[in-house]
């Protein structure tokens, strides 16, 4: 990857420290490292509108299951991957890949609604109760819980919510998306910023609309991450995007989700056997076959 090979180049040309790979303290030090690393580049991916546009891909899903940790953006990897640079300056590229690879992993069965307490743990980790807050998107919700595997983080930083027992969270973008295509899930809010940033005035006001978060409006006075009372109250019940496509639809997606699975773990497996041109023919048979499948549910 290209965060990997930045990394390396970087902790062999321009270390300033050379921390022993043996020793327990390195790998304390670059397991706090990395979690720190990590809440102030997700909480930048919320607050810098350019950022979040890659991110909200994985806020997209309106449900909250192990299958929304897989849901993630093509192109976030090409903006984040800076955040890490700077640890490479003490910290071997082996000791941080396992780290970083750890924090992801924990991060994956967070993804829950169905554990609800850990406990006194609740004051340390990063649970499936902090993370729902984070998903949600009543307005208690917004702009909280950044942490990886850590919650205090948040705690010192003030960013911090609580999971609200008698509030049901509404999960899924503040406007929702409202859409089955995968492709336009990637590039939608990116259109948005486009036209947004070519429809307001001034320079700073532009520069604004890049690097301001995604609430923020033009006007003298106006908070950086928009006004919260702008935010809209959630509607009970909650109604999700549902196209409804019907059992034959559904069992078309299905079939066809198999072939996709089979097709993805062909390329996963000999990737290196059937050469650039065989993978990128069948990457593109993939995507071809999520479009069409996403415009069918959406009835387009």
């Known amino acids: ?90 910290v071997p590229p082996s000791v941080f890949l396992v780290h970083h690879q750890f924090n992801t992993l924990y991060q994956f069965w967070i993804h829950t609604e169905v554990v609800r307490s850990v406990g006194p ?3 340390i980790l990063n649970t499936p109760s902090h993370h729902r807050v984070h998903h949600g998107r009543n307005p208690y919700c917004i702009d909280k819980n950044y942490g990886g595997t850590l919650i205090i983080w948040d705690r010192l930083f003030g960013t911090f919510q609580a999971e609200r027992e008698k509030e049901k969270i509404a999960y899924g973008l503040v406007h929702p998306l409202a859409s089955w295509n995968p492709i336009w899930t990637q590039v939608s809010h990116y259109a948005h910023i486009w036209n947004t940033f070519w429809a307001t005035p001034g320079l700073n006001n532009k520069l604004s609309v890049l690097f301001k978060g995604p609430g923020w409006t033009p006007g003298p006075g106006h908070p950086r991450l928009g006004n ?49 041109v065989r993978v990128w023919a069948v990457v593109l048979f993939m995507l071809l076959t999520l479009t069409s499948l996403g415009a069918t549910f959406d009835n387009t």
């Open 1 to 90: 990857s290209v965060e990997l090979v930045c990394y390396a180049y970087l902790y062999n040309n321009f270390r300033l420290l050379s921390l022993p790979w043996g020793s327990p303290w390195t790998w304390y030090l670059c397991f706090l490292g990395v979690d720190f690393t990590y809440y102030w580049l997700h909480r930048a991916s919320h607050e810098v509108n350019i950022i979040w546009a890659a991110h909200q891909v994985h806020h997209s899903s309106e449900d909250y299951n192990l299958s929304t940790a897989l849901r993630q953006s093509v192109t976030q990897n090409f903006s984040t991957f800076l955040f890490w640079l700077p640890m490479s300056v003490a």
């Open 228 to 276: 919260p009372d702008d935010l809209p109250e959630i509607e009970y019940p909650i109604v999700k995007y549902d196209s409804s496509p019907g059992l034959i639809k559904t069992l078309y997606f299905v079939l066809h989700g198999l072939v996709f699975m089979i097709a993805y773990q062909n390329i996963v497996v000999n990737s290196t056997v059937l050469g650039p």
């Open 121 to 123: 743990l609740e004051y």
